[in-house]
């Protein structure tokens, strides 16, 4: 814990690279996060998702955001061990997922942009299939 208190303290990351950096640094310094693998995390955030699918049966807003919270850590542990894994960083997936929404939203920078649910959803649609094809190489 000291040491991860002088890591703050010299880093004053924000609220998202710290909780990236404490992940990092659970996966280096704790034996059972080193054991685990992307298809043990994957079981384990598929129980997070179901619980959180309860919580917002239930109308819990206070289990809802920590059920959120739990996939969201699951979600960021399973990058870093991708990161291990494949060629690729966090900050690729992050990158790729804003060039996703760029193309397949890019109505919902123009306030008047007047698309109904069924075209902005026509629209997605047909973006998937340009991407699936390989239209948008970046």
Do not use: C, P
């Not at 990351?13 to 310094?29: H, P, Q, V």
């Not at 955030?45 to 917002?56: S, T, Y």
């Amino acid at each position: 814990i000291k040491a991860l208190q002088q890591w703050w303290k010299m880093n004053k990351a924000n609220t998202f690279d710290e909780f990236y950096e404490i992940l990092k640094i659970d996966r280096k310094n704790s034996d059972f996060s080193r054991k685990r693998d992307l298809f043990d995390l994957h079981e384990h955030l598929a129980g997070e998702v179901e619980e959180l699918k309860q919580a917002l049966d239930n109308d819990d807003g206070h289990n809802v955001m920590e059920e959120l919270g739990d996939v969201f850590w699951n979600t960021l542990m399973m990058m870093i061990m991708a990161e291990e894994k494949y060629d690729f960083t966090g900050k690729d997936v992050i990158e790729d997922s804003l060039a996703k929404i760029r193309r397949r939203k890019d109505h919902i920078f123009d306030e008047n942009n007047g698309l109904s649910r069924e075209e902005e959803l026509d629209k997605w649609k047909k973006v998937k299939v340009k991407e699936k094809n390989g239209e948008f190489n970046e």
